[in-house]
């Protein structure tokens, strides 16, 4: 199943921001598996609305995303902030919209067609996103507990302040929520973005050390990514105890050096099996797939420049964690995350073509 909301598809010039995030990606992405007809038979194109209906009918999961919910993971003075005054600050730091100088940085809001705050119903929207997006894999009404949605993936939010273009962490609060109200008590995440999920890897740490995480409720996270670059140079993090991120190693982390992508694969498949060790061999519940396509080579974004791979690559790399998680019987919720430029739609539409029409 693809998740597809058209009403949450954030084009952020509308409010002034200028980071070069193409018009539509998701957009791109239905209109190429319409045209392979991609979408006919297995695979289903829910509007939002309709999958609110969907989970709430079938699972009687009443208000989807609550304050609540935000505040289990995140600091509540932050969420506090995100309620109040303090909302258009958050949104200005996570998008780093005013730099050191206190000069706008990619930031024109002569430009914006809408007020900033607005920005925040969209981010709300995109954490229940990755929520009904889980709760349809796990409920598994088609195609091999599949659900593709063509949004979320913000794991570079941390426990108390936004950052690289993520305000609220969408990831650890969906899954959070599942192991809360269901009775599962393993989440995996396999974060192939080109950047290291490194607020969800802060996340993780504090929720274990609150005791909110355990060996009966587990979340274990792997993320591979570039083994340089932001967020892992960025000199402007302190070591304190609430601002460490970048530091703060994942469940499984690796690294691929600039000009390795030939290693990408292998280094995968031997971070699945880490993962496994990790477990005991507990088959997880649901696995939460980051699905950046920033490591594509025709990526726009000039940070996620020293990891290349073709799209073959890239599928590869899809199809390998879809296969490997329907052989195992995992239900997976994958989320489109991090992907730049005019070309950043192609992985993931040659992917979901794959696994509709065979390669
Ligand atoms: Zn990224």
Not at 133 to 146: P, S
Not at 245 to 251: F, G, K
Not at 311 to 320: I, K, W
Not at 329 to 357: C, D, N, Q
């Amino acid at each position: 199943m693809v998740l597809y909301d058209p009403a949450t598809t954030t084009v952020h010039q509308d409010y002034g921001i200028m980071i070069p995030i193409s018009v539509s990606r998701a957009d791109k992405i239905i209109n190429f598996l319409r045209q392979n007809k991609a979408l006919v038979g297995k695979t289903k194109v829910y509007d939002f609305t309709q999958a609110a209906s969907v989970v709430s009918m079938n699972d009687q999961c009443g208000e989807i995303i609550t304050r609540t919910d935000l505040e289990q993971m995140h600091d509540k003075t932050f969420i506090a902030d995100l309620y109040g005054q303090g909302l258009e600050k958050r949104l200005i730091t996570a998008w780093e919209l005013i730099s050191k100088d206190g000069r706008p940085n990619r930031y024109k809001p002569e430009r914006a067609k809408k007020p900033l705050p607005r920005l925040f119903d969209t981010v709300l929207k995109q954490v229940m996103g990755t929520y009904l997006t889980c709760r349809l894999a796990m409920q598994g009404t088609e195609w091999d507990n599949f659900c593709y949605y063509l949004g979320g993936g913000m794991h570079h939010a941390r426990y108390d302040t936004g950052a690289g273009f993520c305000l609220l962490n969408d990831i650890v609060i969906a899954a959070q929520k599942i192991l809360i109200e269901t009775d599962s008590s393993l989440v995996w995440f396999i974060d192939v973005d080109a950047h290291k999920g490194c607020g969800s890897a802060e996340l993780l740490q504090f929720a274990r050390e609150a005791g909110k995480l355990d060996e009966e409720k587990n979340i274990l996270n792997l993320s591979i990514h570039m083994a340089h670059g932001w967020p892992l140079d960025d000199k402007t993090i302190s070591v304190t105890p609430s601002n460490r991120a970048p530091l703060i190693p994942c469940d499984v982390e690796i690294l691929i050096d600039k000009d390795r992508e030939a290693e990408y694969l292998p280094e995968l498949k031997r971070g699945i099996r880490k993962l496994e060790e990790l477990s005991d061999s507990r088959k997880p519940d649901l696995a939460i797939v980051v699905d950046g396509t920033d490591p594509y080579e025709h990526d726009g974004l000039l940070s996620s420049g020293l990891l290349r791979l073709s799209l073959e690559q890239c599928v590869e790399r899809d199809l390998f964690i879809y296969e490997y998680l329907v052989r195992r019987g995992i239900p997976s919720a994958w989320l489109m995350a991090g992907g730049y430029g005019e070309r950043a739609w192609e992985p993931t539409a040659h992917f979901l073509k794959v696994i509709h029409h065979g390669r």
